[in-house]
């Protein structure tokens, strides 16, 4: 059984560019969740693509978005870099799309935005 | 809406017995779930409680009092490997997505 990998592991950016973080869901799990984390806090949730739909969107602007592929891999974009997005951004797969599914972490992307 | 709260930070020396509460405001709660991240790593479920009551897994005990808005993880004859955050998570029928906390981070010393 495969876990969640997301690519790259870390980034840096400068303030105004497009970034794309990328997530290979675990084997069999139908739902990825992106949550932004940054230092010394809890994990924020962007949103959720079920099925290849977005699926719930947490507190952000339309500047982050996604996408999700047939193979229930994921993209996560953002536009227009503030030095605000330095964060890590974590890719969680599940078996479903409801929160009691359990959630599998990938180890996330580290992006520096300067 | 929704409110959580867990101490910011617990320390404790290896071999002890260590309880993290969670206390939470979530409209159209249904469960409750616990996560542990080490630093620099992912964070990994450990537990979800939808019933009163204590679940065990091992050395790691989770609780749940749903009249209360109150839960706990327990954890017990602590290791260094135990240093890490932990968070607590509320289900809710209403977003129906995890809502993370600022967690708690669980220092253990020789």
């Known amino acids: 059984e495969t876990g969640v990998t997301q690519s790259p592991t870390h980034l840096i950016k400068t303030r105004g560019q497009q970034v794309t973080l990328r997530c290979s869901s675990q084997?069999?799990?139908?739902?990825v969740s992106w949550y932004q984390q940054a230092l010394g806090q809890g994990p924020q949730f962007i949103f959720q693509?079920?099925?290849?739909?977005?699926?719930g969107r947490g507190n952000f602007p339309p500047r982050f978005s996604g996408l999700q592929f047939p193979n229930y891999s994921s993209e996560l974009n953002v536009n227009a870099l503030e030095l605000d997005d330095s964060a890590l951004y974590l890719c969680?797969?599940?078996?479903?799309?409801?929160?009691?599914?359990?959630?599998?972490f990938g180890n996330g992307t580290r992006l520096t935005v300067t | 809406g929704q409110s959580l709260e867990q101490p910011s930070e617990v320390t404790a020396v290896e071999g002890a017995i260590v309880q993290i509460n969670c206390t939470y405001q979530?409209?159209?709660?249904?469960?409750l779930s616990w996560y542990q991240q080490h630093d620099g790593g992912a964070p990994t479920f450990l537990s979800y409680?939808?019933?009163?009551g204590l679940e065990e897994t091992g050395r790691f005990s989770s609780f749940l009092s749903r009249s209360d808005s109150y839960g706990y993880l327990l954890l017990q004859e602590l290791q260094m490997k135990d240093s890490a955050s932990y968070f607590c998570?509320?289900?809710?029928?209403?977003?129906?997505?995890?809502?993370f906390g600022t967690g708690t981070r669980l220092q253990v010393f020789p």
């Open positions: 998570a509320p289900s809710s029928y209403n977003t129906d997505k995890l809502i």
């Open positions: 969680a797969s599940s078996l479903d799309r409801d929160s009691v599914s359990p959630l599998h």
């Open positions: 979530t409209s159209g709660f249904y469960g």
């Open positions: 409680n939808a019933l009163d």
């Open positions: 084997s069999g799990h139908n739902t």
């Open positions: 693509y079920y099925r290849e739909e977005e699926n």
